[in-house]
């Protein structure tokens, strides 16, 4: 709303406050002078019948008091005009039936004829100071009603033109009066787009005028100290431009990926090392750190490595640095440092050839380590081998003697029971002191029995051979694919009572040059284990095992895994053992995964790689070279492929 406007409005209520104030009190006093003057003309005109009809009433003239009636109604005032007696008879009436109808009921003020419009008012007629009757008349009141309306209206009239005639004649005022006032506006607004030094033209010597000059030297002043200010800001943007770009050039030099995020959580700059990891417009959701950090807090984030993120990312001082690894697999460094004005740096540093080169010498010491294990057993296991060969042997060739001859005796001893009757009973006592018909039965049992066990011997001192070196059956390309279906038939009736078992072969699997036998007896091993592994476990569903076959970076690649009881953590470093296992007596010797890793490590230049979680199953995986040197059963350990994870 303008000062102007303001003006004419103020102007404009005043005038209305005095002419209402000035109607009203106009019409209190029309209306009361008329309303009195009514009363004494109604009862100087019922004193006036009364009089009048006094001596038809003492002789009862009806016919007379009929004609005074009916002239006095021939004033249109009157409403109705009634002649009682003392006792409340009736001697004569005239006017308005429904006035005549209604009961009487005098009125003492103007107030009390606005329901029926007309002024009740009576007389005693009175005669030599005796009262003879009594004279009721009513006397309309539209006549002052209708003139206190026009008053009104002509009132009302006469002030909203006087209203109109103030509006106008201020709105000129006002115009005239604030012409100075929208010159200074408009210099306001030249000056806030800008226009600094803006000069307004000075109009008469009055207070206007003053300020419209103390203006004109503000905008003189603003207009120095914006070229100064405008100076003062190119040298500082271009020296801002400067540090920018070198510090631009050199975070861009940069290999680690560089974030500053602001006070407000914005990002204010990311290096091309950032823009090129997470992409240019990511943010990594640094704006909603704080939010996120809130929501975590809440526990409405279910997703605990977001979750983890989030807090560290919110909480420079309490997380100032972490590692974390990204979705492809690699690992990074991340520091967070917080700045002086409010904000934070984050730098994350690739770290992930560290890890891999600290993996990949982790895993070669774990193999060398391994390798030298097998090699001191291998060592010891020839040697055990070489000195418990020749006693087996005198063992097993001396129990072949006594079986033997044992049988060519016990014939003999049974015929002496049928000599003459002299020695018979001799012989059946003696045969009985030796309680000859157990020993003639146990001693073939237990000749049986030492053979196996010496047949058992030299299975072990076969198994140590091999340990000591490994045999030289050539070398050949075989048909994995072949390989794996006819060990699985071979050992179907130790899987089939306990598990099903899926084969995931592909199509296009090249051959592998190996020593079918010996890579045979492994996957042998692996899979008996695999069976024991699930029977061991107390299950709730059915038990499986999968064998997978795959080639991949110039290796082939046999999986084994089963959902079986799974091998313990501390553990996992002693499965290579000799003799170390975790089966029950009589059903594991501890030779089969020693044996299998000798097989393939040392024999074809590959690897044997685990992994397990106890309770819930174990996968083995054999990695072969598609390609191998000629002495391959010689040569020392040449790892395999190094992006192959190990166990």
Request: charged letters at 25%.
């Amino acid at each position: 709303m303008s000062f102007r406007l303001k003006t004419v409005l103020g102007i404009a209520c005043i005038e209305a406050l005095l002419l209402t104030i000035l109607v009203v009190s106009g019409l209190n006093y029309l209306s009361s002078s008329n309303a009195e003057q009514l009363l004494q003309r109604a009862a100087t005109t019922a004193k006036l019948v009364a009089t009048m009809t006094g001596d038809a009433v003492i002789a009862v003239d009806l016919a007379t008091l009929d004609v005074l009636v009916d002239q006095a109604l021939r004033n249109p005032d009157i409403v109705y005009l009634r002649i009682a007696s003392t006792n409340g008879t009736t001697l004569s009436e005239g006017g308005d039936a429904n006035a005549l109808a209604a009961a009487f009921v005098e009125d003492h003020s103007i107030d009390q004829t606005s329901n029926d419009r007309r002024l009740d008012v009576s007389a005693p007629i009175t005669v030599a100071g005796s009262d003879f009757g009594r004279v009721e008349l009513g006397l309309s009141t539209e006549v002052l009603h209708s003139t206190f309306g026009s008053a009104l209206i002509w009132m009302v009239s006469i002030a909203l033109f006087e209203m109109v005639m103030v509006a106008l004649l201020g709105l000129a005022l006002g115009h005239y009066l604030t012409r100075q006032l929208l010159m200074l506006k408009r210099g306001a607004k030249q000056v806030a787009s800008g226009d600094f030094g803006y000069q307004l033209p000075i109009n008469g010597k009055d207070e206007l005028a003053d300020t419209a000059l103390s203006f004109n030297s503000m905008s003189e002043a603003l207009a120095r100290y914006a070229r100064l200010a405008e100076d003062a800001r190119r040298k500082a943007e271009a020296g801002r431009e400067l540090a920018e770009s070198t510090l631009n050039d050199a975070l861009d030099s940069m290999r680690d990926h560089v974030l500053v995020i602001g006070a407000d959580r914005e990002v204010l700059l990311a290096n091309r090392s950032y823009r090129t990891l997470y992409g240019a417009d990511h943010d990594l959701s640094h704006a909603d750190a704080a939010f996120a950090a809130e929501a975590v807090e809440n526990g409405e984030l279910e997703d605990e490595y977001v979750a983890q993120r989030l807090k560290q990312l919110a909480d420079p001082s309490a997380y100032p640095r972490w590692e974390a690894e990204l979705g492809d697999g690699r690992r990074h460094l991340i520091a967070q440092h917080p700045m002086s004005m409010g904000g934070v740096v984050i730098v994350h540093t690739d770290v992930s050839e560290l890890y891999q080169a600290l993996e990949e010498n982790r895993q070669l010491q774990k193999e060398l380590i391994q390798r030298q294990k097998s090699e001191a057993v291998g060592t010891l296991a020839g040697g055990l081998a070489h000195e418990i060969n020749t006693p087996v042997q005198i063992i097993s060739d001396n129990a072949t003697f006594v079986r033997e001859a044992i049988g060519e005796i016990v014939p003999m001893v049974d015929g002496l029971s049928r000599v003459d009757d002299i020695n018979r009973d001799l012989i059946a006592e003696r045969l009985d002191a030796i309680d000859w018909d157990y020993v003639k039965d146990e001693i073939p049992q237990a000749l049986a029995d030492l053979s196996e066990g010496t047949d058992r011997v030299r299975d072990l001192i076969g198994t140590f051979k091999q340990f000591a070196k490994p045999d030289g059956t050539t070398v050949s390309a075989a048909d994995l694919a072949d390989l794996l279906r006819t060990t699985i038939e071979e050992t179907e009736h130790v899987w089939q009572p306990v598990a099903l078992l899926d084969v995931d072969v592909p199509d296009d699997m090249p051959s592998v040059p190996c020593q079918a036998d010996q890579i045979r007896q492994v996957i042998r091993h692996l899979i008996v284990n695999a069976a024991h592994a699930v029977e061991d476990r107390a299950r709730d569903g059915e038990g499986r095992i999968v064998v997978r076959l795959t080639h991949d970076q110039g290796h082939a690649r046999i999986e084994i895994e089963d959902n079986g009881c799974g091998i313990p953590p501390e553990h996992l470093d002693q499965i290579y053992d000799v003799l170390f296992t975790t089966k029950a007596p009589g059903r594991g010797t501890g030779q089969g995964l020693a044996l299998s890793h000798v097989i393939v490590t040392r024999g074809h230049q590959g690897r044997i790689l685990v992994d397990s979680a106890l309770g819930k199953g174990t996968c083995f995986s054999i990695l072969l070279p598609i390609k191998r040197d000629d002495e391959a059963s010689d040569s020392p350990l040449q790892p395999a492929d190094a992006l192959v994870p190990s166990a």
